[in-house]
């Protein structure tokens, strides 16, 4: 008689079911109201989400966009950044923070992070910066606030502007200034796996600069002038928040900062139980309160740890495998290599994360990590 196998229950990556049973009620009266009103573009649901982000982010101004890529190409058309530009990008971040200077006409100038944090630095910038430099993206990544003061400091001095990609940091703070406050114009992505995500594609700008959220308002409704539906004052694109995405965001946003809670509490739980010797978290600045959109690790032979733990029921992700510098369609904007983000891209490992994740998960995690990383363990990690 064959003993049957019963195979792992699987950690998944990540799991928003349960995020939406919590505002089930408020979700559905959402998508009630939306049809029954039919304002799909625009509309009143756009502006009451557009009012509420710019209040919790702690702005004068918030416009919705259709998906942060966007976000960040309208900035910089709007402050004037194109042709014969170079934006300062760190080399560690999602494609989209370069292709969107690509796409506003600019150059990328690819810099190296810093090796404990994998964030932007003010040194960096200030080593990148020439006469042709307009602007400097400092990416919270992973949902970790940069050093915004210490870059501001340095590029003011420089006279360019300081943007926010803000896509991975849903309330996180710098000695309590929330991201997207501090630099020229916060840009923020709800792609549906964000700490705040839409049930599609969303995103949304939000400044201080009253001409500024003006110009990208005109430009990413097909350049239209202000009250005018037959104006066209500039060259523009489609990139409008649906009304539909709005409701969603409005419906899930109070429930943002217990889930930010959340999270910070199962970083901290991964922080007790990881083994160092065989996965180390990405530290955390001392100024920071990040909201942790993703739990990474830096591990030795990734590949075949992330192989082990896929045997094993984990589920994990990459952020990022390949740095932008790299990637066929960028690198002809690298000038050299970048040694931190090198090293870093080959290392970088993605836990499972989400605000519902529960201790025994961690535990099995951090368990199973610990036999695929661990020599003396790896025997045992079938």
Known sequence: MSSQVIPLPTVPFLDLSA????VAGPLDRAWHEVVASSAFIGGPHVERFEREWADYCDTAHGVGVANGTDALTLVLRGLGIGHGDEVIVPANTFVATAEAVALAGAVPRFVDVDPATLLLTAEHVAAALNPRTAAVIAVHLYGQMADMPA????ADAAGVAVIEDAAQAHGATWKGRRAGSLGRAGCFSFYPGKNLGAFGDAGAVVTNDRGLADRIRSMGNHGRAAGAHHGHAVVGTNSRLDGLQAAVLSAKLPRLDAWNDARRAAVAAYRDRL???GAELVTVARDATPVHH???VRVRDRDRVREVLARRG???GLHYPVPCHDHDAFRRFADGR???VEQAAAEVLSLPLFPDLTR???????????CATTPERRAHAV
Do not use: F
């Not at 995020?19 to 919590?22: C, G, I, K, L, T």
């Open 19 to 22: 995020m939406h049973a919590q």
């Open 151 to 154: 870059l501001l400091e340095v």
């Open 275 to 277: 083994d160092p010797d």
């Open 294 to 296: 993703l739990a990474v």
């Open 314 to 316: 984990i589920q994990t």
């Open 338 to 340: 970048l040694p931190v």
């Open 360 to 370: 025994d998960q961690i535990d099995r995690v951090c368990a199973e990590l610990a």
